[in-house]
């Protein structure tokens, strides 16, 4: 299907980071030019006047299953949350739930200008598979493995992830599969190296979580004598195909060695903030060490949304105040982060709109009074939000239109999402 684009103000996030004025072709899902005026035959044709298009943003860490908890235990301790309202309702997850939570979720990002995510959940993951490829969203996606709290055997913990890659790997350009061991103090040291080694046998990504707590800094050094990153670094399982979300209490000589091995670190500010957890991620030395940024919402129970433009916001504002400086990670830098590097960290060919890139476009309606009067489009970010959001493609496929879903019965998913969250949570 060819797509034509007309007369948008296109935030391009190419190289040079051009903001022109012009047409953008669609050809088989991929970008094909940008030009000033472009007359093609295209299958549909989009008036964009009045409109910016910018890429698709991609939320590099979240568990989508958990929107069906989003405002279900709030004010309550990390500990007792977990306890006492989220594993006892984990635990009734069947995949019609792990469905339902997925297509909710889906409907949000799409929504908000997001169209691609790292996944990382515990159980029945062929449901977010399924609904990755019926909706037509773009999707790492990893069976998230913990031998050490279930106390299972690190081999037979690993098939969880195994099993994922050969059922879906290869199944479809919009799924990637990673394997997504969950933390360090959730997985064994052989489980830690039976994942990556599975990733670098089948190139896939290696994602999971890190140093999100300084309680999980201290217990490291206590137990293993080195800190989270270092742990990591020593096994060798830091590379540019390691995806680490949170990499907030670091030292700079852990920032040095994530920048070095060429990972990827998700930043999840609002998440962070939620829960509380005190320190901030130190973007400017990430940045310095070479490392490559994106940035997640992480899931909805602890946020409580997907929505990357508020989040993209909160990335810069706290940079700001961490430094007390608002250029040390500039809005150009969050751009970055939340297009092209989310789609390097989940080996997309995505994340700006250029000639060969996929066409993951987002578009969004100028002629809203909190996106007037018009300056420079970059700094749009911290005023936007997801009712101006009117187009999105995803792979040239729109997928919402003038604020409808092409073929998604939003309210039915809707619908189905309250019934899937009161049947998990009923006594
Ligand atoms: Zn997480």
Redesign the pocket.
């Known amino acids: 299907m060819d797509v034509l684009i007309k007369d948008a103000l296109i935030l391009t996030q190419d190289a040079r980071r051009e903001i022109v004025r012009g047409d953008i072709l669609v050809q088989d899902g991929k970008i094909s030019k940008i030009a000033k005026s472009i007359r093609a035959d295209a299958d549909e044709k989009i008036d964009a006047k009045g409109k910016l298009a910018f890429p698709g943003l991609v939320n590099a860490?979240?568990?989508i299953p958990m929107s069906l908890f989003r405002g279900y235990a709030e004010g309550m301790v990390l500990h007792d949350w977990l306890e006492k309202k989220i594993w006892p309702a984990e635990a009734k997850l069947k995949p019609r739930h792990i469905r339902a939570g997925s297509m909710l979720s889906i409907l949000e990002m799409v929504r908000s200008g997001t169209t691609c995510f790292n996944e990382?959940y515990i159980a029945h993951m062929d449901e977010v598979c399924r609904a990755v490829l019926e909706t037509g969203i773009r999707a790492s996606v990893g069976h998230g493995l913990f031998d050490l709290v279930k106390k299972t055997d690190a081999k037979d913990e690993l098939k969880n992830g195994t099993s994922l890659v050969e059922k879906w790997s290869g199944k479809s350009p919009l799924l990637n599969i990673s394997m997504a061991p969950h933390a360090p103090y959730t997985c064994s040291e052989e489980l830690i190296l039976l994942a990556k080694g599975h990733a670098r046998k089948k190139s896939l990504k290696f994602h999971m979580?890190i140093s999100?707590t300084r309680k999980e800094v201290f217990d490291s050094l206590r137990e293993k004598g080195k800190r989270p990153v270092e742990y990591l670094h020593s096994l060798g399982v830091l590379d540019e195909n390691t995806v680490l979300?949170?990499g907030s209490w670091v030292t700079k000589r852990e920032s040095a060695l994530a920048g070095k091995a060429g990972a990827s670190i998700s930043h999840?500010p609002v998440?962070n903030l939620k829960l509380a957890t005190g320190g901030i991620c130190p973007l400017h030395e990430y940045l310095e060490a070479g490392a490559n940024i994106a940035l997640?919402t992480?899931?909805t129970a602890?946020n409580n949304c997907h929505n990357m433009l508020e989040t993209m916001k909160f990335a810069q504002l706290m940079q700001s105040h961490l430094y007390w400086d608002p250029l040390r990670v500039s809005i150009q830098n969050v751009w970055d982060f939340a297009t092209m590097n989310g789609a390097k960290a989940l080996g997309f060919n995505a994340g700006s709109i250029a000639p060969g890139k996929e066409a993951d476009i987002v578009l969004a309606d100028l002629r809203s009074s909190n996106l007037a009067p018009l300056h420079d489009a970059r700094n749009l970010l911290f005023s936007m939000h997801p009712g101006n959001i009117t187009d999105v493609l995803i792979a040239g496929k729109p997928i919402l239109r003038e604020g409808k879903f092409t073929e998604l019965d939003e309210q039915k998913i809707i619908g189905e999402a309250q019934e899937a969250a009161e049947d998990l949570v009923s006594p």
């Open positions: 860490h979240t568990h990382m979580h999100e979300a949170h999840n998440a997640g992480d899931g602890s």
